[in-house]
């Protein structure tokens, strides 16, 4: 069990030490990202296991009926009708195509989920595949994913920005130090050139953070090409 613990918690540090980053590179405050309601709201994940995960201290549910038990309470009073009542039994029975005693077993945990019934009422809720089942920090991975990739997508429309007037005409802003200048005007032309933004966009949507770091590795060897002195 620590070892599956360990391995889960790997990823999890991760992506949020790059949803961090890119809080930061955005100006976005960090409580904004790491709110524990809303990550609690988009994983399924009890606030009180969110908060221990991101401050690196076990949490989370192992029992797996226990686990879909507190997941779909939780979908039950945040994914409400339009009338922002919540979904009766008889509704979601039907809305996700099962009988209403096989609906009422599930609610009240006396009948355990297979994994039809759990696709059908991620259907009925609208959530993403394993909402229902996914053990507590790989939810909460997945849910900062989609936190990184959202933040990438506005990172994306700010630098695809025209720029300034004054950097449109070529000139560079000074810096304190010399070899600042190089660096970043030679970061500047690698973005225009080889629409690295576009790279960035892609790579967070890889599936796992091995496939990221080659894209990384790849960008870093580009980057100093373009840095290389006569290139």
Known sequence: MENRGAGQAAPLRAVAARVSSLADRLGVPREEVFDVSRLSAASGVPEGAVKALLNGRPGGERDVQTRFLQRLDLLRRTRLRPDGRRYTQREIADGAGMSRQQAGA???????????????????????????TAED?????????????????RL?????????????????????????????????????????????????????????????EWLDMLLESVRRPGS
């Open 106 to 132: 599930l609610l009240n945990g006396d009948r355990r989920p297979t994994m039809e019934h759990c696709d059908a009422l991620q259907r009925f809720f609208g959530v993403h595949a394993g909402f229902l």
């Open 156 to 216: 994306a429309d700010r630098e695809a920005r025209p720029p300034s007037p004054d950097l449109a005409a070529g000139s560079v802003p000074a810096r304190s130090h010399a070899g600042t200048d190089v660096a970043e005007d030679a970061l500047e032309r690698l973005l225009r050139d080889h629409g690295v933004r576009g790279i960035a966009w892609r790579a967070a949507q890889l599936p796992t953070d091995q496939h990221r770091d080659k894209v990384a």
């Open 137 to 153: 920090p790989e939810a909460l991975t997945g849910a900062l994913q989609r936190t990184e990739r959202e933040l990438l997508r």
